[in-house]
């Protein structure tokens, strides 16, 4: 017990603050842009939306390496995207903590569009023409009923792509790298230590993201339940 | 200030095709359910757009393909009072209301106006209630409040009661029909219930399949319908194929029968049809008296329902009669009953545009 504490009192925390980092600035990302990709693909015709749909999916369903041997394509220096935004505007994406951003941003991105889409579209759509009919703008309509009324979907989103993006491994270990302080997150110490063979360390960390993300997925199931309340069980 | 509908909506199954001039005060749509009754609403509001053709409401064009007008619903000014009530379920009853005031941008105009509302439809004390806090009657009122907060110069109303017991529905019907009277401009409502369509609009307008009938008196409708489809449409029970002897004289196949009608006919009648209540037992000398044989009779809530066949026809007839005068009638049962000539109405099966 004594040795855990010892352990506890010395470990280097900052993985706990880059992932929390990562999480939160890659979930506001998510949230927007997840939210407006929601609407374009919503208004598109049926092909077109098959075919988006499926692109803005992907990260999902492939290997996030895959995913992270894409990103390295465009950022990495020796690359013309890559090279350009270095020199031109010294942005440098790979090995840096704008790099973890980017990659989880990347990977969590589907679960926040497609929350959103599916909960836009259980929207009554007669609350939207009440809304055009009795003269509200249409960015009214949006923020004020729209979104209001597909508030649990879009909450749900929102934190299953957070609890995705602080977890983040794969597509992150590729762009940004394990760099201590700067671009090393949980996930990342975790692999880090266990091939040290420093198992109790390794245990630690997986605890402390175990705790975090059942905390979050329970919060959700919590706000989830509040919600509907006037839903009957089945 | 009248609102002049001429469109047409290719859609899956059928083709809406409306052409209908509504004064102001009631004018109702009346139609069987897939008409396309709701569908012309959304396409006067503007949340839906028609193929092509033209929407003018006073002077105003709101749509029209030719010069490719389409004017968004939000600068339509047109109300719509929804099924529903489609009130917004994450605002209080003054948020909704506060919805409906979206053009005015004054706040003490918007102030003022608000207060009135409240009052006028006796909504003092519920402002702070979110939707699902609300009585039926009470979703009702707080719609037609919203609706005409903005100060629509058209309203329209789609099935108001459909989803309403009996009991609560009178309630209401009165409540909207007075609303209706205080409403200076046009209002269209949707209703494939004929009482409805009969209590609270002066004028109908017939839809079928998609196509609209000339917009006719209400009273006018339901005395004299004049397509086979108006008939049934307006509840009439009874309605076969009919040809033109002479003038006031009508030869009925199915219920092998000749008939006196006092109806002018003219060459395109197709069809005969009399309602139910108007058929009653009679003496055999009887002028349009038939001889029946009551094939089957079943007790409704307030009357009795007989189902005749005459004799040597192949149609049976349906007779409403009050339950006392009916009582008599049991299946097996014969005997002589009359189809008063100022009842028999001449129908035509298609209608012209």
């Keep these: 017990m004594q040795e855990i504490w010892d352990i506890l009192k010395t470990l280097d925390y900052s993985p706990l603050w880059i992932s929390l980092k990562t999480g939160l600035v890659a979930t506001v990302l998510c949230f927007f842009l997840g939210i407006w990709a929601a609407r374009r693909v919503m208004r598109m015709g049926k092909r077109a939306k098959a075919f988006a749909d499926g692109l803005l999916t992907l990260p999902m369903v492939l290997p996030p390496t895959v995913a992270g041997f894409f990103l390295l394509l465009i950022f990495s220096l020796r690359r013309p995207i890559g090279s350009f935004l270095y020199q031109e505007l010294s942005i440098k994406v790979v090995q840096t903590w704008l790099g973890c951003i980017l990659a989880a941003s990347v990977i969590a991105f589907p679960l926040m569009y497609r929350n959103a889409r599916a909960a836009f579209e259980q929207v009554d759509i007669e609350l939207i023409y009440a809304g055009r009919t009795l003269g509200m703008s249409e960015r009214a309509i949006f923020w004020r009923v729209v979104l209001p009324s597909a508030g649990p979907g879009v909450v749900s989103g929102t934190i299953l792509t957070f609890a995705r993006a602080l977890g983040e491994y794969g597509a992150t270990s590729m762009l940004a790298g394990n760099i201590a302080g700067k671009t090393g997150t949980i996930s990342q110490r975790i692999a880090m230590v266990i091939q040290n063979g420093d198992y109790l360390t390794a245990g630690l960390w997986v605890i402390i993201i175990l705790l975090i993300s059942f905390g979050i997925v329970v919060l959700m199931n919590f706000f989830a339940d509040s919600k509907m309340k006037n839903i009957k069980k089945w | ?353």
């Design chain 2, 1 to 353: 200030m009248p609102l002049t509908v001429d469109i047409i909506k290719r859609l899956q199954g059928f083709t809406l095709n409306v052409s209908l001039t509504a004064e102001a005060g009631v004018t109702a749509l009346l139609g069987a359910s897939g008409s396309g009754k709701s569908m012309t609403l959304r396409c006067i509001a503007g949340v839906e757009k028609p193929d092509e053709g033209r929407i003018v409401l006073d002077g105003r064009v709101l749509y029209d393909s030719g010069e490719k007008i389409d004017l968004p619903p939000q600068e339509r000014r047109v109300g719509y009072l929804f099924q529903r009530y489609a009130l917004f379920p994450n605002m209080t009853v003054l948020q909704n209301i506060d919805a409906g005031l979206s053009r005015e941008l004054d706040a003490r105009i918007r102030q003022a106006k608000r207060e009135s509302l409240i009052s006028r439809f006796r909504l003092d004390g519920l402002e702070q209630r979110y939707p699902r806090e609300l009585s039926g009657g009470q979703m009702q009122r707080v719609a037609l409040c919203r609706m005409l907060a903005g100060e629509p110069e058209a309203i329209l109303l789609d099935e108001p009661f459909a989803a309403l017991d009996s009991h609560l529905r009178w309630q209401l019907e009165g409540e909207v029909k007075q609303t209706l009277n205080e409403f200076s401009g046009v209002a269209l409502l949707v209703s494939h219930d004929r009482g409805e369509v009969y209590r609270m609009s002066q004028r109908v307008c017939v839809l079928n399949d998609g196509a609209s009938e000339p917009v006719l008196g209400t009273t006018e409708l339901f005395d004299h319908p004049r397509t086979l489809q108006a008939a049934l449409i307006t509840g009439c029970k009874n309605c076969v194929p009919a040809e033109i002897l002479s003038q006031g004289k009508i030869h009925v196949p199915d219920w092998n029968a000749r008939l006196a009608c006092s109806q002018a006919a003219d060459g395109a009648i197709t069809h005969t049809g009399i309602r139910a209540h108007y058929i009653l037992p009679c003496a055999a000398e009887v002028e349009n008296a038939l001889y029946c044989r009551v094939v089957e009779a079943a007790d409704d809530v307030f009357s009795r329902v007989l189902t005749l066949l005459p004799a040597g026809g192949t149609g049976t007839i349906r007779v409403e009669l009050s339950r006392a005068a009916g009582e008599r009638f049991i299946p097996g049962s014969e005997g002589w009953f009359c189809l008063p000539k100022e009842h028999i109405m001449l129908l035509r099966e298609t209608h012209e545009r």
